[in-house]
């Protein structure tokens, strides 16, 4: 069965840290874009992050652009968001997608079912 699984979400107070993995199993999406995206209570889904299928290049919202750091490994079938500097407006529900390198989520293909974060002030 094809699946994206999201882990690594939590609690953290701000300031912290948070590592989300996302496994890619039942298929292997090595030559796919991927990105990050959330979506917080009473909001949008919003963009996040994107990482092309070679892991080279790489593009944020303004909102985390020099604290999260998205990064793949294509030998582990893996994508991962590393957040730091974490503020109290970083939580939501993070969800992992593959198919595009677009900031619009319609234009994904395949989607987890999210892992919560949140940050508290």
């Known amino acids: 069965q094809e699946q994206l699984l999201e882990s690594g979400g939590g609690l953290v107070q701000a300031g912290g840290s948070l590592r989300l993995s996302c496994a890619a199993t039942?298929?292997?999406?090595?030559?796919?874009?991927m990105g990050w995206f959330r979506k917080a209570p009473g909001k949008e889904r919003e963009f996040v992050a994107a990482?092309?299928?070679?892991?080279?290049?790489?593009r944020y919202a303004d909102s985390v652009k020099g604290r999260f750091t998205i990064s793949r490994d294509n030998t582990e079938n893996t994508l991962y968001l590393q957040m730091n500097s974490l503020k109290p407006e970083d939580t939501a529900v993070y969800y992992c997608a593959a198919g595009s390198y677009s900031y619009n989520p319609t234009n994904y293909d395949y989607w987890g079912q999210g892992t919560q974060v949140t940050v508290s002030s």
């Open positions: 990482i092309t299928s070679s892991g080279l290049i790489t």
């Open positions: 039942g298929r292997t999406y090595s030559n796919s874009p």
